[in-house]
């Protein structure tokens, strides 16, 4: 393999193994305020609802896929057992006429 190429596959690997890249933000270690303004940073963010348990949020309705809508999304975090934290994608019921 040539010098560049190793390079490159060990700069993925170390970014891909990182905590920062892979880690899910835990909901019941952040305060309301704090997933809230988690999510509108990064606008979609996966985060563990429960120690097996977890959730795709969005900041708005814009990051729903075209054949989903966005519903409120409300959830326990360190402070409050109802976080209105942001957003989920549900997929749009199917037209039946």
């Not at 393999?1 to 905590?19: E, K, N």
């Not at 305020?33 to 606008?43: I, K, N, P, Q, S």
Request: net charge positive.
């Amino acid at each position: 393999m040539m010098p560049g190429r190793v390079l490159l596959v060990a700069a993925v690997v170390a970014v891909s193994a990182s905590p920062a890249f892979s880690a899910r933000p835990d909901l019941w270690k952040l305060t309301c305020a704090e997933a809230r303004d988690l999510l509108a940073r990064h606008g979609r963010l996966t985060m563990n609802t429960g120690p097996r348990t977890y959730e795709q949020f969005v900041a708005t309705g814009a990051w729903c896929l075209p054949a989903q809508v966005a519903v409120p999304a409300v959830t326990a975090t360190r402070d409050t057992p109802a976080c209105d934290i942001g957003w989920s994608c549900i997929d749009r019921e199917p037209r039946t006429d």
